[in-house]
């Protein structure tokens, strides 16, 4: 559906994805579903609502993945930062 949104996971993305890097796909995921590059002024609110809730989520599923095969043997998380997790939904639709 979206040809521009890459793999953030190892080792697909050689270094660990950043939330820009996760925001940037939500964006284009919004972008691609809602039919809009830009939204209008009166949708503005819950286009960038979705763009929130989508890198959340993002997170979320980056953070619980497991990696098999990693350099030592063991399962590894695809994305460590547990805390920007739990930070990312109380950002609000204004972040960015």
Known sequence: MCRSIKTLRPPA?????????????ALQYVRKVSGFRAPAAHN????DR???E??????????GLEIRGSAHGHA??????????????ARGASGG
């Open 76 to 89: 590894a998380p695809a994305h460590a930062s547990a805390h920007a997790v739990d930070a990312a939904p």
């Open 50 to 52: 979705a763009v929130d």
């Open 13 to 25: 993305l050689p270094e660990e994805a950043t939330e820009e890097d996760m925001r940037a796909a």
């Open 54 to 63: 989508i890198t959340a989520a993002t997170m979320k599923l980056l953070g």
């Open 44 to 47: 503005r609110e819950v286009f």
